[in-house]
């Protein structure tokens, strides 16, 4: 995609505010802060710019690391369970989370069963 003068003003106006402001998504800009609207930002395709897209990845990273490293220094056992759950492989929280519940299924034809025999067959699953 060939950058014209104003796309290159435009994008980098916008990196270095997405920097300041710590922006971390495309719906947080707070375009007052901007010389330009977001229907120019559109029109120069800033929105498809991975330089643009890298600069919010950067800060959600950042936020996390920050968040996760309070959340397992705190004394709040809340948070530490929370930061667990982050950074946690799928055996470790489902250890930790106690409403896991495996489940198995069996496909029966209710179809030709009477509402006693479907009792029944609830009953014998439990």
Do not use: C, P
Request: glycine fraction near 0%; charged fraction near 25%; aromatic fraction near 8%.
């Amino acid at each position: 995609m060939e950058h014209s003068e104003k796309q290159t003003q435009y994008e980098t106006e916008m990196l270095q505010t997405i920097q300041k402001q710590n922006w971390m998504r495309w719906a947080h800009i707070d375009w007052t802060l901007l010389s330009f609207s977001r229907a120019t930002a559109y029109n120069h395709n800033l929105d498809k710019l991975d330089t643009i897209k890298s600069a919010f990845e950067q800060n959600r990273s950042r936020g996390v690391n920050y968040l996760l490293q309070k959340w397992m220094n705190s004394d709040n056992a809340t948070l530490q369970i929370a930061a667990f759950k982050i950074i946690s492989e799928s055996d470790d929280h489902k250890r930790l989370n106690q409403a896991y519940i495996e489940q198995q299924q069996t496909n029966v034809d209710l179809s030709n069963l009477t509402t006693e025999e479907i009792k029944e067959l609830l009953k014998s699953n439990e």
